[in-house]
T-cell receptor, first 115, second 116 residues
Framework: DTEVTQTPKHLVMGMTNKKSLKCEQH?????MYWYKQKAKKPPELMFV???????INESVPSRFSPECPNSSLLNLHLHALQPEDSALYLC??????????????FGPGTRLTVL | AQSVAQPEDQVNVAEGNPLTVKCTYS??????LFWYVQYPNRGLQFLLK??????LVKGSYGFEAEFNKSQTSFHLKKPSALVSDSALYFC??????????????FGKGTMLLVSP
């Protein structure tokens, strides 16, 4: 299985809602990533987990809260978002990331709209 | 900090013609370079990478890239373009943080449009 899956595909939420994005991989990868992507722009790194521990937080606002329950799962909890948070949220995984030579495998993304 | 530049916002090519999508890099140390493609409403797909070794790297879907150290370039090429190659292409470079962890720094992207 060489796939990264993400659910839901689409999400519409109000600014007071709480929702979660889910990402799953079964490739045995030990590094997992969250990115935010605006239309026709490059992905912006948000968080990196390495061996289930948060290794990089790109100064993301606390209304985004990542969680890595186990080596195959990555969640992104959303609370009190702003309309400017509307974007495509991409999850990725790689074998590990200290060497930097492993390619990342991306999921199809969750299209988030904040009203 | 490591960076890559994609000088063209868009590249237009006719089907059957060769295509080139340009990427130049600025790094300290040895560059680890990657190309990804993104089709509409999809995630990024890995095409190829240069870590070390042969300067000509072959990847998925008939794409290849040439690493040129003197010109600090890593251009993506394909001998014969297909309409289905139309997509957004990103060049990326490894960026090693002070913590020792590595991330990818992406270029701004180049839209490739292949006309029938």
């Amino acid at each position: 299985d060489t796939e990264v899956t993400q659910t839901p595909k689409h999400l519409v939420m109000g600014m007071t809602n709480k929702k979660s994005l889910k990402c799953e991989q079964h490739m045995g990868h030990r590094a997992m990533y969250w990115y935010k992507q605006k239309a026709k722009k490059p992905p912006e790194l948000m968080f990196v987990y390495s061996y289930e521990k948060l290794s990089i937080n790109e100064s993301v606002p606390s209304r985004f809260s990542p969680e890595c329950p186990n080596s195959s799962l990555l969640n992104l909890h959303l609370h009190a978002l702003q309309p400017e948070d509307s974007a495509l949220y991409l999850c990725a995984s790689s074998q590990e990331e200290t060497g930097g030579y492993n390619e990342q495998f991306f999921g199809p993304g969750t299209r988030l709209t904040v009203l | 900090a490591q960076s890559v530049a994609q000088p063209e916002d868009q590249v237009n090519v006719a089907e059957g013609n060769p295509l080139t999508v340009k990427c130049t890099y600025s790094v300290s140390g040895n560059p680890y370079l990657f190309w990804y493609v993104q089709y509409p409403n999809r995630g990024l797909q890995f095409l190829l990478k240069y870590i070390t070794g042969d300067n000509l790297v072959k990847g998925s879907y008939g794409f290849e890239a040439e690493f040129n150290k003197s010109q600090t370039s890593f251009h993506l090429k394909k001998p014969s373009a297909l309409v289905s190659d139309s997509a957004l292409y990103f060049c990326a470079v490894r960026d090693v943080r002070a913590s020792g962890y590595s991330t990818l720094t992406f270029g701004k992207g180049t839209m490739l449009l292949v006309s029938p």
